[in-house]
């Protein structure tokens, strides 16, 4: 299995809450180990802003969509994404001295963009400092001062454009990641918006689509008063035929 298809698979899986056994996760972390080099091309026109360890590799000049799907307009979003999650997983699996190396080069990296470091919120970068805070949540989780400044620019700035709708699906993963303490406000913000959602229905088009409600579940699952709702799973209606989760008590 390519590194892209096993990226997604894996996310997915752990997202709907799934577990692995130790075996399975060394399986998945040599894999990804073994397709670090691709027949991608890394890009040189600006080192800092594209990935070096994990390039994603040619897709008929279509752009791989992101764990909750969504198909980025840039490849500074789509190839930061790609190896954004794919370092997040061999963090979780198989956390040694190649992979903190590879994540603190990456870290450097970042440090050295504008949608890394220096809250920048036009255009592509809004998407790509979405695509950091999820990164930074298991990187550098003391590092709060950063971590606020991403969380500050997605506050501030969401509003100001029409975003594609993948943008906030991809928040609730986040929010479920990133340490209580720091997301525990932002969850409370999102509540109303996230019961909402959860109540209606969806209808059925990749299969994929229980992903966002299950990543809407954790986050929700990470208040004590939600904490009922960690282990329940969307459901296809008999009735309707459409997608629905069950918030009651």
């Not at 040619?58 to 190896?83: F, W």
């Not at 969401?158 to 479920?176: A, C, E, M, T």
């Not at 997301?183 to 913000?189: C, D, H, L, Q, T």
Request: hydrophobic content about 35%.
């Amino acid at each position: 299995m390519k590194a892209y298809e096993l990226m997604i698979k894996t996310n997915h899986h752990i997202i709907r809450g799934g577990e692995l056994t130790d075996a399975h996760k060394a399986t998945i972390a040599r894999q990804l180990c073994e397709n670090r080099a691709t027949n991608g091309r890394m890009r040189t026109f600006d080192a800092y802003a594209y990935p070096r360890f994990y390039i994603p590799p040619y897709n008929n000049g279509k752009k791989l969509q992101t764990i909750i799907p969504m198909s980025p307009k840039t490849n500074i979003v789509a190839d930061n994404a790609y190896e954004f999650e794919i370092l997040r997983l061999l963090h979780l699996f198989r956390p040694d001295d190649e992979v903190a190396h590879m994540i603190e080069v990456t870290l450097d990296r970042l440090k050295n963009t504008c949608f890394g470091y220096q809250s920048c919120h036009y255009a592509d970068c809004f998407d790509a400092g979405m695509m950091v805070l999820r990164f930074l949540s298991f990187a550098v989780p003391d590092d709060w001062t950063w971590i606020k400044k991403q969380l500050d620019m997605y506050n501030d700035h969401f509003d100001d454009n029409r975003r594609h709708n993948g943008v906030q699906k991809y928040y609730w993963p986040i929010l479920s990641d990133m340490p209580f303490d720091i997301a525990r406000p932002e969850i409370m913000r999102q509540k109303e918006h996230i019961i909402d959602h959860l109540n209606r229905s969806y209808l059925i088009k990749t299969g994929n689509e229980d992903v966002a409600l299950c990543a809407m579940r954790n986050a929700l699952a990470c208040l004590p008063e939600y904490a009922y709702i960690k282990d329940r799973k969307p459901y296809v209606c008999d009735k309707t035929g459409r997608l629905r989760f069950d918030i009651n008590t």
